[in-house]
């Protein structure tokens, strides 16, 4: 910006003392040598590159507040690779008999950085739960063999008596009246309508992925 840039700004808000405690985040169009560093002493939270997106800025403020609010010391600094990796350390699996819908629901996910791995149908995706770990399950209702119901519904006797609790997304082709309840009493805690929409399937993950998913690549 003319006359004072964004980092003279910061250090003149960080002077009020009326100001102290506002979170900061930095939005550049173009990213320079030592401004992480700047950022890291001024205390500010995110620093992003324009464009940004709208899924990665709503993402990036969510991050911030939980960070903000939260008992961490001292919170790493946001930017836009710290979201892709965030959401690489996010394993999502896909459960789907239609071959289509599953090509299409990996392609969003992936595009948007999530790692899946998929399942054709409710039984496969038991055994998948049993020997690799998630973050979310994107569970289709009407399945082969065993549906969506049944699978959501042996996964939590199988949580039973742990701390453990798996979130499970239903894919319902037609959203009938009473698809709701049924899935919410087999133990899915949220629904999503087919055909998928990017900014809904997104939103849904988003809500029940707690934010400090960056724990995940800590550990990585
Ligand atoms: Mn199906």
Redesign the pocket.
């Known amino acids: 910006m003319p006359e004072m840039d964004g980092f003279q700004l910061v250090e003149r808000i960080r002077q009020h003392p009326e100001l102290t405690g506002a979170t900061i985040m930095m939005l550049s169009s173009a990213g320079q040598r030592g401004d992480a560093i700047r950022c890291r002493e001024l205390d500010v939270a995110a620093y992003l590159t324009k464009p940004i997106r709208q899924g990665d800025l709503r993402e990036a403020i969510l991050k911030v507040l939980g960070k903000t609010l939260g008992p961490q010391a001292a919170p790493p600094l946001i930017t836009r690779h710290t979201l892709t990796r965030d959401r690489n350390a996010l394993r999502i699996l896909l459960v789907?008999?239609?071959a289509v819908n599953l090509a299409l629901a990996v392609r969003l996910l992936e595009k948007q950085g999530y790692t899946t791995a998929v399942a054709a149908s409710g039984r496969e995706a038991l055994a998948l739960l049993e020997k690799q770990v998630f973050d979310l399950v994107l569970m289709?209702?009407?399945?082969p063999e065993m549906d969506g119901l049944e699978a959501t519904a042996a996964l939590r006797e199988n949580e039973k008596g742990t701390s453990q609790h798996m979130p499970v997304i239903a894919m319902t082709?037609h959203a009938m009246k009473g698809d709701r309840e049924k899935c919410l009493a087999a133990g899915m805690d949220g629904y999503i309508s087919k055909p998928i929409k990017a900014n809904e399937l997104f939103q849904v993950i988003e809500q029940f992925v707690p934010q400090n998913s960056a724990e995940h690549s800590d550990r990585n």
């Not at 289709?140 to 399945?143: C, P, R």
Request: hydrophobic share 40%.
């Open positions: 789907e008999d239609n289709d209702v009407q399945m082709a």
